[in-house]
């Protein structure tokens, strides 16, 4: 049950996962991809980071009442995860799919460690994970992001702009100083997960094209 | 002198919290509630400050645990995580100010009821510590000891057999009884292998009320005469 992301699968279905910050372009990113791959011929399902109908009503409510703590934060992020991967992640890889992850558990290791979280106690709580065959971190300067957001009139999410955290009254301020320490955690975890670090300053187009490049690569790695 | 049991809560210092935690631990039906009740009213004669917290009460997380309970949807993994969670926002929201402001906090399970349905439905041992690094160790464990044959009258007579509390969902047996002895008795060796780890003083909770109660009261008079303040 625990391989601390660190030991393969033996699923016939692979992994593919999208890391970065808000406004790095993951999920658009993620959606072509999926297009791709299904218009290929192959199975894909998605599941998106903290979409369970489990927890849904929890987090909804903790985070309207500003309500949570760096550590319930966390340990509900978990425990989406947890019900997710046992409902939407294992069964289509045991199926032979492929299974598309916006956001795994490396988000939590960024924000929850950027949220003055134990570094090393998430890392523990997220053992149970399997481990993915490719990550893809697009990672982005501060500024591109939040001009993206703020171009799609994107208003800055309480905890997305680490509110909670008291870093200044000004939203897109802390926007800035929570997602730059965001984005210093995930710098780390490039060379310590093997994630596959992806430009994301340039366009949607150059991107995908270097995104299908990695994973047909990877599928065909996988198929020798 | 408060301490966690691994990696803690970082962003929170605990130096110089008056407060203090007294656990009562045991499985279900063994009396915990009925003691607490007594050792409060004793403590608060006395001119302590008291808090009372237990298992599952957390304003964040009841309703969902209520519903995820009734739905039957949950895996023994999810199951932790919520219970987890429960325990982290009643920690930060109810234990930590309270002993920040010098009660008594009076806790009707910890960690370790969590623990042991934990283990007894294989999930990883040093994982579930590793997970629950975040929480104080508590001044006094309290550990209420039955044995089954004892326990099963006893709930019996009370409120009767419960689907959780006699891990039906485990599938340890058709029938509810038998499958409340067997689930039981491996939760009572899951928390008898966690007395010395965690330092729980033993209570043998066959004897009646009273003569648990008067044991409570020694030691925990004993424990705070002995230590005036957490400093």
Redesign the interface.
């Known amino acids: ?2 391989n601390n992301l660190t030991a393969p699968h033996d699923y016939p279905g692979r992994l593919i996962v999208v890391e970065g910050i808000d406004g790095s372009g993951k999920t658009t990113q993620l959606g072509l991809l999926a297009k791709w791959l299904e218009a290929e011929g192959h199975k894909v399902s998605v599941t998106e980071w903290n979409s369970s109908a ?2 849904k ?2 987090t909804k ?2 985070k309207k009442k500003n ?6 934060f966390s ?2 992020h ?2 989406d995860f ?2 997710r991967l ?1 409902y939407k992640i294992v069964p289509p890889l045991k199926a032979g799919m492929i299974v598309l992850a916006d956001r795994y558990a490396y988000t939590a290791f960024a924000r929850d460690a950027a ?4 570094p ?2 998430v890392r ?2 997220y ?2 994970a399997v481990k993915p065959d490719l990550a893809l971190y697009f990672r982005v300067p501060i500024d591109v992001s939040i001009d993206r957001l703020l171009a799609r009139r994107v208003k800055l999410k309480f905890y997305e702009a680490g509110m909670d955290l008291g870093l200044s009254t000004n939203a897109t301020e802390s926007f800035r100083i929570f997602q730059s320490r965001v984005l210093a955690v995930y710098d780390g975890l490039v060379d310590e997960y093997g994630l596959r670090v992806i430009d994301a300053s340039g366009s949607i187009t150059d991107q995908q094209h270097i995104v299908r490049k990695l994973v047909s690569e990877h599928l065909e790695a996988a198929d020798e | 002198m408060s301490d966690f049991y691994g990696h803690g809560l970082p962003y929170i210092s605990l130096d110089g919290y008056p407060g203090k935690i007294i656990a009562i631990e045991g499985t279900d039906g063994v009396g915990r509630s009925t003691q607490i009740r007594l050792l409060r009213e004793w403590l608060e004669v006395r001119g302590y400050g008291v808090v009372e917290t237990g298992w599952t009460r957390s304003a964040l997380m009841q309703p969902t645990i209520d519903l995820a309970k009734a739905s039957n949807t949950l895996n023994k993994l999810t199951f932790v995580l919520l219970y987890a969670t429960d325990f982290a926002d009643r920690l930060e929201k109810e234990i930590i100010p309270a002993l920040k402001a010098g009660f008594i906090v009076l806790s009707d399970r910890y960690i370790f009821t969590a623990l042991a349905r934990a283990g007894v439905r294989g999930v990883d041992r040093a994982w579930l510590r590793e997970l629950y690094g975040f929480a104080i160790k508590p001044d006094l464990v309290f550990y209420l000891k039955v044995d089954v044959d004892t326990l099963v009258q006893r709930v019996l007579q009370s409120r009767g057999l419960d689907f959780w509390e006699s891990g039906m969902d485990m599938k340890l047996a058709d029938d509810i009884y038998d499958s409340f002895r067997t689930y039981q008795r491996s939760l009572l060796r899951e928390y008898a292998s966690m007395a010395d780890e965690f330092d729980f003083r033993v209570l043998d909770a066959r004897r009646p009320i009273e003569a648990i109660q008067k044991d409570l009261r020694t030691q925990v008079e004993a424990f705070l005469e002995g230590t005036p303040a957490r400093t």
């Open positions: 049950m625990l489990l927890v009503a929890a409510a903790g309500a949570l703590t760096p550590m319930t340990l509900l978990a425990t947890a019900d046992l949220r003055g979280v134990h090393q106690w523990g709580l053992s149970f």
